[in-house]
């Protein structure tokens, strides 16, 4: 089975959900509102640098980033989910280039290379082999580029049921998206578990040097079953009483 082509097909599919949800509020996009969260914000200044986006799905976070001031690409396997982040740039009026492919084969398509390189939740556990993730990571970025990811922690899929640790074989699902006009419509998926070890050594041996890692004990959004609104805009997961961590992000740089 071609799980890369399973996945492209289902988020295909799911764009045409997604972007008529709540979730995604793409009218309020375009009206001015940003799709990006307090952790990458207060983490990440980008005003004034080239950005390489993995895994953009229709581009909201990537166009969100344009409006901060940053010269945006991004890359996504949906060919749908790709056009309709064209469609938005275009309607929002920001600059920016978005290219169908998958994150293993982008470099066929992108030569430049960018001040950061930008992933963000829910990326991970659709990529089978990160060594080579990283390693596009690595070549994408300039000489004293930086990397940032910030992704659900593994730790909470552990509660859902999902493996900690990776495995050669993927999770093979038919369910329903996560937005929350999905009605019944179900999509086969694959993904893969990548503990927390896994990515930095994927980092490390393909030559970047880790700057930062943060654990956070919630998740912006309130998207898994059980979290507790704590505070405006973030949503714990209590265990025995304590809350334990649902996000986490890195920082890793290029050497000069």
């Known amino acids: 089975m071609d799980y890369l082509q399973v996945n492209q097909q289902a988020w295909d599919k799911r764009t045409e959900i997604h972007k008529a949800s709540r979730f995604y509020d793409v009218d309020g996009f375009l009206q001015g509102a940003s799709s990006l969260q307090e952790i990458e914000c207060r983490e990440l200044a980008v005003a004034g640098k080239s950005l390489l986006h993995l895994q ?3 581009g909201l976070d990537t166009l969100s980033w344009a409006r901060l001031g940053a010269k945006v690409t991004g890359v996504d396997l949906s060919p749908a989910a790709i056009g309709y982040a064209q469609e938005l740039a275009q309607k929002a009026k920001l600059d920016a280039t978005f290219v169908a492919s998958d994150v293993y084969q982008c470099r066929q398509y992108i030569q430049t290379q960018f001040d950061l390189v930008y992933t963000s939740y829910g990326a991970l556990c659709w990529l089978p082999d990160l060594r080579q993730w990283a390693e596009v990571i690595a070549a994408s970025l300039k000489p004293g580029g930086e990397f940032y990811m910030v992704e659900f922690h593994p730790l909470q899929a552990v509660f859902e049921g999902y493996r900690y640790f990776s495995h050669a074989e993927p999770d093979i699902e038919t369910e329903v998206t996560y937005t929350e006009n999905a009605n019944d419509e ?22 970047l040097n880790i700057q930062s890692v943060q654990e956070y004990d919630y998740s912006p959004y309130n998207c898994f079953e059980g979290l507790v609104e704590v505070a405006e805009g973030r949503y714990a997961w209590l265990h025995q009483e304590q809350a334990i961590p649902l996000t986490y992000a890195l920082r890793a740089k290029k050497p000069e």
């Open 186 to 207: 179900k999509h086969t998926t694959a993904t893969w578990s990548h503990p927390i070890s896994e990515v930095i050594n994927a980092l490390i041996q393909a030559g």
């Open 56 to 58: 953009c799905h229709f």
